[in-house]
């Protein structure tokens, strides 16, 4: 059974750094796309970061380009996303998919495979 979970959220205050898992099971993460969203209270969901299965090419939303880094570690079979320089604007439940591909910044598929989620707060 294919299953993403998402680890690494917690509550921060403006200009830290967390770092994100997304580990997978049931399948090879390397053979997918695996892309990052994240829902703010009472916003859609949105793209922030993708990577290409293979060669592992990274793309960024303009929102987090710069302070966002997605990599992939294939002997753990999960991907990360190191997040600095936080701001408040940031803070949102962060999510991980495994997808076709990468258009852009945003995993893209038929279906995607969604992890559970996890929340990422930045405050004072």
């Known amino acids: 059974q294919l299953q993403l979970v998402e680890s690494g959220g917690d509550l921060v205050q403006p200009g830290g750094s967390l770092r994100l898992s997304c580990a997978a099971s049931?399948?090879?993460?390397?053979?997918?796309?695996i892309g990052w969203f994240r829902q703010a209270p009472g916003k859609e969901r949105e793209g922030i970061s993708c990577?290409?299965?293979?060669?592992?090419?990274?793309y960024y939303a303009d929102s987090v380009k710069g302070r966002f880094t997605i990599s992939k570690d294939n002997t753990k079979n999960t991907v990360y996303l190191q997040m600095n320089s936080l701001k408040p604007d940031d803070t949102a439940t962060y999510y991980c998919?495994?997808?076709?591909?990468?258009?852009?910044?945003?995993?893209?598929?038929?279906?995607?495979?969604w992890g559970q989620g996890t929340q990422v707060t930045v405050s004072s």
């Open positions: 990577i290409g299965s293979g060669n592992g090419r990274s």
């Open positions: 998919a495994a997808a076709s591909f990468c258009s852009g910044y945003v995993a893209t598929a038929t279906k995607l495979y």
């Open positions: 049931g399948f090879t993460l390397d053979y997918y796309s």
